[in-house]
């Protein structure tokens, strides 16, 4: 084999290892954090085992078919705090988690936070010896359901703001996630709450939604991806964004999904708002005010 040959045999074994890496790059980039303050053990290292465990779950399984380069995973962070009365020597936790995502915004260096939900049912149990496997037709054990959701919420998150409603590919997951860990009887997955996983995954499938929904890809792709080329009209934009989540604030108040948007939005709406035409800004403020009272006094603080 003369030397022609062989370097074309070695780039192209080269270019097969980079089309594999690409075609095998999971889609999320997930930090986890877990804060054990209130547990009362020796065993640290048992947490430390737990931390990398749904590390490598949340970061290695392929959770869709579609495929990834590693600069588009979706960075998103897990806090877990465990509570004092968890048991690491019989592997019980009784925890809550908030859970963030973010996308890039075009042409910047900046990300725009899609996701911020605080989970207080997050209940499960975890030996350091059992793999964390997740079944999607089968009940698994309550952690790996929870982790799984929640890749699932953060992927419909992400592809709601770069698609209109394009989220819908992986609500059914959602769903059928939330219908098999009903049966394991654990907090989070029924109605008995207003902010659990349950109404999260209601309000993400429920049709009264779509307006919201629809908005999200208005905010994210036809507002801030072009806000560095026309601020203004990315303004009047993200109004008309707020104009539908009022109207669907008006049919379900206080509706889960709109509290985790303003929960992940409330400070980048007060920089998108902190200038610009001054009867935009009296616009957005009245229609802030009037979905999200609990900020409300530092939206007011924009009218100058």
Request: net charge neutral; hydrophobic share 40%; aromatic share 12%.
């Amino acid at each position: 084999m003369n030397r022609f040959v062989a370097n074309f045999y070695i780039i192209i074994c080269l270019l097969c290892l980079f089309s594999l890496s690409i075609s095998k790059a999971q889609e999320l980039r997930c930090n986890v954090i877990i804060n054990d303050q209130q547990v009362a053990t020796q065993e640290r290292q048992i947490i430390t085992q737990m931390r990398d465990a749904i590390s490598q779950f949340m970061n290695t399984t392929e959770w869709t078919t579609d495929k990834y380069r590693e600069f588009e995973r979706i960075k998103c962070n897990i806090f877990i705090t465990l509570g004092g009365d968890s048991d690491v020597t019989q592997g019980r936790y009784t925890a809550t988690v908030q859970i963030q995502s973010s996308r890039p915004i075009y042409g910047t260096d900046l990300e725009s936070p899609l996701l911020t939900f605080f989970d207080r049912s997050f209940a499960f149990e975890y030996q350091p010896s059992q793999p964390l496997i997740f079944a999607e037709n089968a009940n698994t054990t309550n952690l790996t359901a929870m982790l799984a959701y929640y890749a699932y919420v953060i992927l419909a998150m992400d592809y709601d703001s770069f698609a209109n409603l394009g989220g819908n590919v992986v609500l059914p997951r959602i769903l059928n996630i939330l219908n098999n860990s009903q049966q394991a009887n654990y907090a989070g997955w029924s109605a008995g709450d207003t902010r659990n996983r349950y109404w999260l995954s209601e309000n993400l499938n429920n049709p009264q939604f779509s307006p919201f929904r629809e908005g999200m890809y208005q905010y994210h792709r036809l507002a801030m991806d072009n806000f560095t080329k026309d601020p203004e009209g990315s303004r009047k934009k993200i109004v008309e964004v707020l104009q539908k989540i009022k109207q669907v604030n008006q049919v379900r108040p206080n509706a889960i999904l709109i509290n985790a948007f303003f929960d992940a939005k409330s400070d980048e709406l007060l920089n998108i708002f902190s200038e610009g035409d001054p009867s935009t800004i009296k616009q957005a403020v009245d229609l802030l005010v009037s979905i999200d009272p609990t900020n409300s006094s530092k939206y007011r603080s924009l009218i100058k």
